[in-house]
């Protein structure tokens, strides 16, 4: 591991929070396998990380003294280290961001952009929802729900999938993709428990956290395509070549990242849904160990 790792509080939680500090000095500018294409579909989600993990931090710490769940020790704590390894993925995030600007791609107008359809979806999304006696809390809430369900599963995903695995070709990269992969995975439950504390399993919970599943696959969808057009055509490589390596890597139904995904995102929908019946124990047992975590 290319990074000093430095468990820094464990506090009672299930899972620690790890205090990474990877140097992206040396990163090459296409730092996946040399294509640009998949590299700036990778920077692309990294732009979303900044304020989309800030947007997760707020709307678990908006509901945490709910009287519903201000006594449930374990959850609190559970919550404690969901923050901390959150805050830990928005620096490391922005570090990596950071070095890709440094090449001129402009992930910092990324990152502002991804903050503007945050802010703009939560409140548009809240009125909607309004006259069925919903709150601005409860839409963020389910929001970051849904979100934690595709950062979740995209990341077992990539500790799965050995195509892309394959592309991840700088040592510091693949070491901060898989320790962020393996993280969201361990802490996948927080938001939904917190979710089903304050909000219960009704029909009203049920029908908020699936709408809210599809209005943000779709934002998110539509915003990284947008982001990474962006980066290619910047870098004058938006042509037919990258846009099939990204096709093949992402899309294709043999090998796409995005395709692999689809079953584990559609058992959103059952209505006894929890984000630890996929188990990914074993899967993360197997990475912690490779990366000596
Ligand atoms: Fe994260
Ligand atoms: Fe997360």
Redesign the pocket.
Known sequence: MNAKVNISSRAGASFPVRRMNFDFEQVPQYWASESAGITHFLTALSAL?PAG?KFFIDSVRAVRKHPLIKDDERLQKEISAFIG??AM?TQEHVGFNASAQKYGHDVATLEKNTDTVIQTARKVFAKVVKPFGMTQEMVDLTATTALEHF?ATIASQLLTNSHIQDLMTDQTMANMWYW?AI??NEHKAVAYDVYEGVFGQGIKAYTLRTSALVFAMTLIFLTQSYFVLRLLKQDQKLNLKELRMIYTYAYSPSKGIITGMTREMLAYFRPSFHPNDLDTNALLAKWKAKLGL
Request: charged share 45%.
């Open positions: 990380f993990e390894q959150e993925h950062t962020h993280e969201e």
